[in-house]
């Protein structure tokens, strides 16, 4: 009997097939699909990290370009700086650009440019312990060889599924966590241009669903089972193709 995984993974795989058979999609449907992912997207991720803009708030800054009363001037940095990131992997994904230790840097400094500019893009020069996890990331010292080992894994990662090689980049960032803060954030970036260079639309994991998303993730660190984080990356694919089919006029 197939386990779950691989059923949504197929499940994943099959829908992409679909929407690949519809593709190119009009310049407006990919317009508004855009413009959803994009407040989608960073809504949830700072979120997860303590961002307290709402969905509705988020997109008043991104596409209104306003401000919302009683929000830290820090909060609309994060959400700015973060769609920034975003709209650069974009062009990334566009012209093929592999996977290198300084693309992941250059993630990074557009996560904290406006929040944290000390530290943009670069990596941590003491140890650090996350909140709430066993799991202890390497030494300082180690971080630059880890991240060009994790690059290249990556790229040896190429026969995978997708959605396994993404998740794997993931957790492998927030493993290692070479940087003070916006660990996880880069971390979500990257999966998702992992996801976008394999014809695959973004993943949200959203806010409601951080116990799971932490939990899963300190399975694979400390227990070494990747698998039920993989599962929540699939749910959350899943769910954007989906979204993608509806946008083209088919039914899910």
């Excluded at 959203?206 to 116990?211: H, L, S």
């Amino acid at each position: 009997m197939k386990s779950s995984l691989v059923k949504k993974l197929e499940m994943a795989f099959n829908l992409k097939r679909r929407l690949d058979g519809l593709r190119p999609l009009s310049s407006a449907q990919l317009a508004r699909l855009r413009e959803y992912f994009t407040v989608e997207w960073t809504h949830h991720s700072t979120a997860l990290e303590g961002n307290t803009l709402d969905l509705r708030e988020t997109r008043l800054v991104l596409l209104d370009g306003l401000t919302v009363g009683g929000k830290t001037l820090r909060e609309h940095l994060e959400v700015v700086d973060h769609r920034d990131a975003i709209l650069w992997l974009e062009e990334a994904v566009r012209s093929r650009t592999p996977l290198t230790a300084g693309l992941v840097r250059e993630v990074h400094r557009l996560v904290v440019k406006s929040t944290l500019p000390e530290e943009a893009g670069r990596y941590r020069r003491g140890g650090v312990r996350i909140a709430g996890s066993e799991h202890v990331p390497p030494a300082a010292w180690d971080v630059p060889a880890l991240v060009d080992r994790m690059v290249e894994e990556y790229a040896g990662m190429a026969g995978e599924h997708p959605i396994r090689r993404a998740a794997w980049l993931h957790w492998r960032l927030v493993w290692i966590h070479p940087f003070m803060d916006g660990n996880g954030r880069t971390a979500r970036l990257l999966m998702n241009f992992s996801l976008m260079t394999d014809g695959y639309p973004p993943a949200v994991i959203r806010k409601e669903e951080r116990m799971r998303y932490l939990e899963t993730l300190e399975t694979a660190s400390v227990g070494g089972d990747l698998g039920p984080f993989v599962e929540l990356v699939a749910e959350r694919v899943i769910e954007s193709l989906r979204i993608y089919l509806e946008a083209a006029g088919e039914p899910v």
